[in-house]
């Protein structure tokens, strides 16, 4: 049985992660720079530490990590969102006192890097490509970049952002003005895919899958963020997640956002080295060993039962599901699926989380962002130097 600590508390992934490891036997710890992060009010965990917001204090965060590590005797450090950049940033320091699921910083980096992702999948030379790809990152860039080309057939995205943050999918030319590419926040220019999308997760070690799984979104929260999942069976990206991991040799978590084009034509948009989703579609033991006992053959999830975010699935789509009449599809969906934050062996996380959502909220208030941005903006890491923070 082991010790485990899980990093990035406040996110649905962490509280499903300690439940599963919780139900397999091993005690869990948890460590956020928020006071009441979600998972924290779970009987699945021990005890929740809050340490240093590591976009501020990066250096106080990894020694905070260290010492829970050294005074809690942990096994297994598993980060779950963006704070992973700064566990990578010193992971030579924490791997002395722990085992660390993470890569290299130099690894970390290139594939959160939506331009150096790109860069790589072209160096990899797998059957699967990025889309064309243009790096931005002054306004006479942009400006010339847009003068020759029809930019609705284009896709602007920050370099270093999530959940479809600030992404405008096939703009007008009247809002190109909008997009203010620099070399301290540079833009991506991705020639628009228009088909369906997939997303995966997946646990690899020394190059080898041993977790996979791919789903799709059928409801999300604004344009990015997936609420209702879907599991999903394809052979070409599971193919794809199996060289890659080879080819990197890669040792983490990974994700992937894949697009199917009207020819049928696969491509990959983008990397999220950590925790995604599909987390949620795993049963909860066989994902435990997955993390901890990897099996010689990727394990890869078979139930038909999809998974949400309750709550916020009825927040976000529940209104407009009454005013285009489709209320009766919407409550089929809704009765059908696996909540994956409600337990009613574990009900505390759900019926505390205003309190959670409250504390963000203030944040958001207070520096004048939306609730999405007031949600990461401690943990995220956007390409700036750690050394002289």
């Given at each position: 049985?082991?010790?485990?600590?899980?990093?990035?508390?406040?996110?649905?992934?962490?509280?499903?992660?300690?439940?599963?490891?919780?139900?397999?036997?091993?005690?869990?710890?948890?460590?956020?720079?928020?006071?009441?992060?979600?998972?924290?009010?779970?009987?699945?965990?021990?005890?929740?530490?809050?340490?240093?917001?590591?976009?501020?204090?990066?250096?106080?965060?990894?020694?905070?990590l260290?010492?829970?590590c050294?005074?809690?005797?942990?096994?297994?450090l598993?980060?779950?969102?963006?704070?992973?950049?700064?566990?990578?940033?010193?992971?030579?320091?924490?791997?002395?006192?722990?085992?660390?699921?993470?890569?290299?910083?130099?690894?970390?980096?290139?594939?959160?890097?939506?331009?150096?992702?790109?860069?790589?999948?072209?160096?990899?030379?797998l059957?699967?490509?990025?889309?064309?790809?243009?790096?931005?990152?002054?306004?006479?860039?942009?400006?010339?970049?847009?003068?020759?080309?029809?930019?609705?057939?284009?896709?602007?995205?920050?370099?270093?952002?999530?959940?479809?943050?600030?992404?405008?999918?096939?703009?007008?030319?009247?809002?190109?003005?909008?997009?203010?590419?620099?070399?301290?926040?540079?833009?991506l220019?991705?020639r628009?895919?228009?088909?369906?999308?997939f997303s995966?997760?997946?646990i690899s070690?020394?190059?080898?899958?041993?977790?996979?799984?791919?789903?799709?979104?059928?409801?999300?929260?604004?344009?990015?963020?997936?609420?209702?999942?879907?599991?999903?069976?394809?052979?070409?990206i599971?193919?794809?997640?199996?060289?890659?991991s080879e080819?990197?040799?890669?040792?983490?978590q990974?994700?992937?956002?894949?697009?199917?084009?009207?020819?049928?034509?696969?491509?990959?948009?983008?990397?999220?080295?950590?925790s995604?989703?599909?987390?949620?579609?795993?049963?909860d033991?066989?994902?435990?060993?997955?993390?901890?006992?990897?099996?010689?053959?990727?394990?890869?999830?078979?139930?038909?039962?999809?998974?949400?975010?309750?709550a916020?699935?009825?927040?976000?789509?529940?209104p407009?599901?009454?005013?285009?009449?489709?209320?009766?599809?919407?409550?089929?969906?809704?009765?059908?699926?696996?909540?994956?934050?409600?337990?009613?062996?574990?009900?505390?996380?759900?019926?505390?989380?205003?309190?959670?959502?409250?504390?963000?909220?203030?944040?958001?208030?207070?520096?004048?962002?939306?609730?999405?941005q007031?949600?990461?903006?401690?943990?995220?890491?956007?390409?700036?130097?750690?050394?002289?923070?």
């Open positions: 049985m082991k010790r485990i600590l899980l990093t990035g508390a406040r996110a649905p992934v962490a509280l499903d992660l300690a439940r599963k490891f919780s139900k397999a036997g091993h005690t869990v710890y948890l460590a956020d720079s928020i006071a009441l992060p979600l998972a924290r009010w779970s009987r699945s965990v021990k005890r929740t530490f809050q340490v240093p917001a590591p976009a501020s204090n990066p250096v106080l965060f990894v020694n905070a260290e010492s829970i050294r005074s809690e005797k942990i096994d297994l598993i980060p779950t969102c963006e704070e992973i950049f700064f566990v990578a940033s010193g992971l030579e320091q924490l791997q002395k006192v722990t085992q660390v699921l993470s890569e290299s910083f130099e690894t970390m980096h290139r594939l959160h890097s939506k331009w150096q992702f790109v860069q790589l999948i072209e160096n990899l030379a059957e699967v490509q990025a889309p064309e790809s243009h790096l931005l990152c002054d306004a006479e860039a942009l400006e010339a970049f847009v003068r020759t080309r029809n930019t609705k057939d284009w896709v602007f995205k920050p370099v270093y952002s999530r959940f479809a943050s600030r992404t405008s999918v096939g703009p007008e030319p009247d809002r190109i003005s909008e997009i203010r590419p620099s070399e301290s926040d540079p833009w220019a991705q628009r895919i228009k088909g369906q999308e995966t997760f997946s070690s020394h190059g080898r899958v041993c977790a996979h799984a791919c789903y799709r979104s059928k409801y999300r929260a604004g344009v990015g963020a997936g609420i209702y999942f879907l599991n999903v069976i394809d052979p070409r599971q193919s794809f997640v199996d060289r890659f080819k990197m040799h890669f040792t983490g990974v994700g992937f956002d894949f697009m199917y084009d009207e020819d049928g034509t696969l491509y990959v948009l983008e990397c999220n080295p950590r995604t989703s599909g987390l949620h579609m795993f049963e033991l066989e994902l435990a060993n997955a993390y901890l006992q990897p099996t010689p053959e990727a394990i890869v999830p078979t139930s038909e039962t999809p998974r949400m975010l309750g916020v699935l009825a927040l976000c789509t529940l407009s599901a009454i005013v285009h009449g489709t209320i009766r599809s919407w409550i089929s969906d809704y009765a059908r699926a696996r909540d994956v934050i409600f337990s009613w062996r574990d009900p505390l996380p759900m019926l505390l989380s205003p309190f959670s959502i409250l504390e963000i909220g203030i944040r958001a208030i207070r520096t004048g962002n939306s609730l999405s007031a949600s990461t903006m401690d943990i995220e890491w956007n390409g700036e130097d750690l050394q002289q923070r």
